[in-house]
């Protein structure tokens, strides 16, 4: 999980609420070629990342290539992250995810995370500014102005540009 900014500013903050992230919230799912990870319409209560192997991500909606056409499958390779806007709201799967040869995600349980970070003060402040101001670059996410988001990404999203907007408070917590 260090390998994400987030994870590593709670382990800066206070190593045991990562511990318990981890212990309570933490699953590895191997899959073969072909197995679903999570389709569209579902609603999503985890955020993945890609440990091992590539999937597949294809979307039947709204995204579509510049000729009009369905979007062309994306590949999620080790290292990435899918499902990253369910940590920050309420979310329902927009595309589907399929496995290539034995691949492995690590699942992080959206409700273990907030439970672990229950009565720790500036961290749980944190979050919650982190959170409305992920949510407002969500809802505002779509054409023209960006893409709409999908399960990959959310337009203008990232962790400097969220941090950046949020007060100045919670800035010096980082």
């Not at 589907?96 to 720790?120: C, F, I, N, Y």
């Not at 979050?127 to 992920?134: E, G």
């Amino acid at each position: 999980l260090r390998g994400h900014q987030i994870f590593r500013l709670i382990d800066q903050a206070d190593s045991e609420v990562l511990r318990r992230m981890c212990n309570n919230g933490i699953s590895f799912r191997s899959c073969l070629t072909e197995d679903v990870l999570f389709v569209q319409g579902a609603a999503c209560n985890e955020v993945y990342h890609v440990m091992n192997g590539v999937f597949e991500y294809t979307q039947h909606s709204r995204r579509r290539s510049t000729s009009g056409n369905e979007a062309p499958p994306r590949n999620v390779a080790a290292g990435e992250w899918l499902s990253w806007v369910a940590m920050w709201s309420h979310w329902f799967h927009v595309g589907r995810v399929q496995a290539g040869p034995t691949s492995e995600v690590l699942t992080l349980d959206v409700k273990a995370v907030m439970k672990s970070l229950e009565a720790t003060g500036d961290l749980m402040n944190f979050f919650h500014q982190y959170s409305v101001a992920f949510h407002q670059r969500l809802v505002s996410a779509r054409p023209p102005a960006a893409v709409w988001p999908d399960d990959l990404a959310v337009p203008f999203a990232d962790y400097g540009e969220i941090v950046l907007s949020i007060p100045q408070r919670e800035q010096k917590f980082v």
